[in-house]
């Protein structure tokens, strides 16, 4: 029954690595996003996809970049990672307006630069 | 202002009832969110309210919307040990798309 997948639960990679942080989701949903999340901070959105090819910056897209290509998977790419990105990734989806804006999340990635 | 703020820890008994509390600074918002994060999972939608509504009531869960003080609270009937998670309050932002968090509340519930 699972419905948005993150292919990668926990990496660790080197300062200055490119890391590749994949979602899929099995619902036909038009909207994608990728939030960080951090203790005390909630949820922060980094980037959201409306559409295949499309995409807005979100609240904190600096040293992030996103992917869609295809409808369903929604991949966000960090150029040359950094400490300061060691984080939880979550990656969710939502139908429009008519679905009350749910967002439906996948497990999440941990992320550990070392 | 877009800020969603809530207490980060509440303890309670089993069998008590637990209240989680949610302020919001943006009067316009429309609908309200209230997501739980078990250990090592995503977010998994509890319930939500439109703002026209003051209260929602789900099996054990009520959810409380005050409009007027920009209040939003999450009571839980019956607290179980299962009940122990993450809750995250969050209201549908300006851009019709965009969900603002709050920084979550820790509830533990002591057997």
């Known amino acids: 029954d699972v419905k948005v997948t993150q292919s990668s639960r926990y990496l660790v990679k080197r300062t200055g690595e490119k890391v590749f942080l994949e979602c899929v989701q099995d619902?036909?949903?038009?909207?994608m996003f990728w939030y960080r999340q951090d203790p005390g901070l909630g949820l922060r959105l980094i980037y959201f996809?409306?559409?295949?090819?499309?995409?807005e910056k979100g609240d904190i897209p600096e040293g992030y970049s996103v992917s869609r290509e295809k409808k369903e998977r929604f991949s966000l790419i960090l150029e040359s990672a950094s400490t300061n990105q060691t984080s939880m990734y979550l990656c969710?989806?939502?139908?429009?307006?008519?679905?009350?804006?749910?967002?439906?999340f996948g497990a999440g990635s941990r992320l550990t630069v070392l | 202002g877009e800020d969603v703020e809530q207490s980060l820890f509440l303890s309670v008994r089993e069998g008590d009832s637990s209240v989680i509390n949610c302020t919001y600074t943006?009067?316009?918002?429309?609908?309200l969110y209230w997501y739980k994060q078990e250990p090592g999972a995503g977010l998994q939608l509890l319930t939500y309210?439109?703002?026209?509504?003051d209260m929602k009531q789900d099996q054990r869960l009520t959810v409380l919307l005050n409009k007027k003080d920009k209040h939003l609270s999450l009571r839980i009937a019956d607290t179980q040990t299962g009940d122990s998670a993450i809750y995250f309050c969050?209201?549908?932002?300006?851009?019709?798309?965009?969900?603002?968090f709050g920084s979550g509340t820790r509830l533990l519930v002591r057997p």
């Open positions: 619902m036909d949903h038009e909207n």
């Open positions: 309210i439109f703002s026209n509504m």
């Open positions: 969710a989806s939502s139908q429009p307006a008519e679905r009350n804006h749910v967002l439906t």
């Open positions: 969050a209201r549908l932002g300006d851009s019709s798309y965009k969900l603002i």
């Open positions: 943006d009067s316009s918002s429309t609908y």
């Open positions: 996809s409306y559409d295949v090819k499309m995409k």
